[in-house]
């Protein structure tokens, strides 16, 4: 892909994300874009492999900006394309099941006023999170990651409840895999000038680079993207009377609200299990336990609105 001589902006549109969101809200982004004389070349995908190509192809080429329309899965497929190529600014326009990253960036759920507040916005520097699973392969992700329940709910989030938005898509996956789930045994280790272990029978455990993930739940309300830091979080068993009790609050707001949560701050961290199971992040399954997880501080650079604090 050559770089166009008015050095414009390149667009990769997952027209699936969101249930057919981004594909749905295409033709006013359009509008928008010749309101706003926005010099953008719109692409569209055909899968994730083709949104890796693209995105790869044009950063060789030299874009100097490549945004996705879509959610945190489709920014990864494109943090991992261009991960390497450090002139590149990405950019996301909120369109997907979970939007986490682009909330914590500041960004408003509405992919029109969001592509606004992108148009005008300024460029920072974010963290990313590599992770290596039992496989060896390596992969970076943005948001946040775990294994338990978010990972067996990750199924059907992508798989029956694929076309609702929002937290509900999670809750509902989260509900339907609680059925016949058994909590897992998970040996934590950070590492560092402080290394901690930590056993614990959970639910599921978490580790984070943005306050919430799943579309809003805030799993690590302190996390901040570019502080060099790590939350990771366990949830412990908790019987079903109280997931009931505490499942308005996790609907309503994201939060999860027990003193059944242990949470552990890190540069790097290695999550064990009894037994393989899968670990997400982003909302993908990328690969089996044991699997190491280290923060690359401000590896890459994005736009986010002006003025605005970054969480």
Same mark, same amino acid.
């Given at each position: 892909m050559e770089l166009p001589p008015q050095r414009n902006d390149l667009l990769l549109v997952n027209p699936v994300a969101g249930g057919g969101l981004a594909s749905a809200i295409l033709p006013e982004l359009r509008e928008f874009a010749a309101r706003r004389q926005w010099n953008l070349e719109i692409s569209i995908t055909e899968s994730p492999n083709d949104l890796f190509a693209k995105a790869r192809r044009a950063a060789a080429a030299g874009w100097p900006r490549i945004f996705v329309l879509g959610g945190d899965g489709t920014f990864q497929m494109l943090l991992n394309a261009v991960a390497e190529y450090k002139h590149t600014i990405l950019g996301v326009i909120p369109a997907g099941g979970g939007n986490d990253l682009a909330a914590s960036l500041g960004f408003p759920s509405?992919?029109?006023?969001?592509?606004?507040?992108?148009?005008?916005?300024?460029?920072?520097?974010? %963290?990313?999170?590599?992770?290596?699973?039992? %496989?060896?392969?390596?992969?970076?992700?943005?948001?946040?990651?775990?294994?338990?329940?978010?990972?067996?709910?990750?199924?059907?989030?992508?798989?029956?409840?694929?076309?609702?938005? /929002?937290?509900?898509?999670?809750?509902?996956?989260?509900?339907?895999?609680?059925?016949?789930?058994?909590?897992?045994?998970?040996?934590?280790?950070?590492?560092?000038?402080?290394?901690?272990?930590?056993?614990?029978?959970?639910?599921?455990?978490?580790?984070?680079?943005?306050?919430?993930? /799943?579309?809003?739940?805030?799993?690590?309300?302190?996390?901040?993207?570019?502080?060099?830091?790590?939350?990771?979080?366990?949830?412990?068993?908790?019987?079903?009377?109280?997931?009931?009790?505490?499942?308005?609050?996790?609907?309503?707001? /994201?939060?999860?609200?027990?003193?059944?949560?242990?949470?552990?701050?890190?540069?790097?961290?290695?999550?064990?299990? %009894?037994?393989?199971?899968?670990?997400?992040? %982003? /909302?993908?399954?990328?690969?089996?336990?044991?699997?190491d997880i280290a923060v690359v501080p401000l590896a890459i650079r994005v736009i986010h609105p002006k003025q605005q604090h970054k969480s």
């Open positions: 509405h992919p029109i006023r969001a592509a606004a507040l992108l148009l005008d916005g300024e460029v920072c520097h974010l %963290d990313v999170v590599r992770v290596r699973t039992a %496989d060896g392969n390596e992969r970076l992700y943005s948001s946040g990651g775990g294994v338990g329940l978010d990972a067996q709910a990750t199924l059907y989030a992508n798989g029956a409840y694929r076309n609702l938005h /929002g937290r509900l898509r999670y809750i509902l996956a989260a509900l339907r895999a609680l059925l016949g789930f058994h909590p897992i045994h998970v040996r934590i280790s950070t590492l560092g000038n402080d290394p901690k272990n930590l056993e614990v029978t959970a639910l599921l455990v978490g580790v984070l680079n943005t306050p919430s993930y /799943g579309a809003g739940i805030y799993l690590a309300p302190a996390a901040k993207i570019d502080d060099g830091i790590l939350e990771v979080v366990a949830l412990e068993n908790l019987n079903v009377l109280k997931i009931l009790y505490l499942l308005p609050s996790f609907a309503f707001n /994201g939060q999860l609200k027990t003193k059944q949560i242990r949470r552990l701050r890190a540069t790097c961290v290695r999550i064990a299990t %009894d037994s393989p199971v899968w670990f997400q992040a %982003d /909302g993908e399954l990328l690969g089996l336990t044991p699997v």
